[in-house]
């Protein structure tokens, strides 16, 4: 399985990127789910946000609620992040994930290798 994910790079406070992170390769289930975490230099990972298997379910970390938006596209096997209204705070390394379940959160199994965000002021 593998998860590639692009779309990052440096933009101005108050911009607008959009992450996208194509699946390979799994054919266990076609019912899994998808999320986005990040690491800001010097700090632990966290959870930005995630989709259910029929993408009509999300969640966000409260930190990017109103700003970011997940979204998926089965028919290209990819997952979107739409990040709007960027802040310093927000750069980070961004990864992608995959559960196995429908419903995220148990068994995030596999893994991106992250595209950098890097917000300005």
């Known amino acids: 399985v593998q998860l590639q994910a692009s779309g990052g790079g440096l933009v101005q406070s108050g911009g607008s990127l959009r992450l996208s992170c194509e699946a390979s390769?799994?054919?266990?289930?076609?019912?899994?789910?998808m999320g986005w975490f990040r690491q800001a230099p010097g700090k632990g990972r966290e959870f930005v946000g995630s989709?259910?298997?029929?993408?009509?379910?999300?969640y966000y970390t409260e930190t990017v609620k109103g700003r970011f938006t997940v979204s998926r596209d089965d028919a290209k096997n990819t997952v979107y992040l739409q990040m709007n209204s960027l802040k310093p705070e927000d750069t980070a390394v961004y990864y992608c994930?995959?559960?196995?379940?429908?419903?995220?959160?148990?068994?995030?199994?596999?893994w991106g290798h992250g595209t950098l965000v890097t917000v300005s002021s």
């Open positions: 994930a995959l559960d196995i379940y429908a419903e995220p959160g148990s068994a995030w199994t596999f």
């Open positions: 390769g799994y054919t266990f289930s076609p019912s899994y789910s």
């Open positions: 989709i259910n298997w029929s993408g009509d379910k999300t």
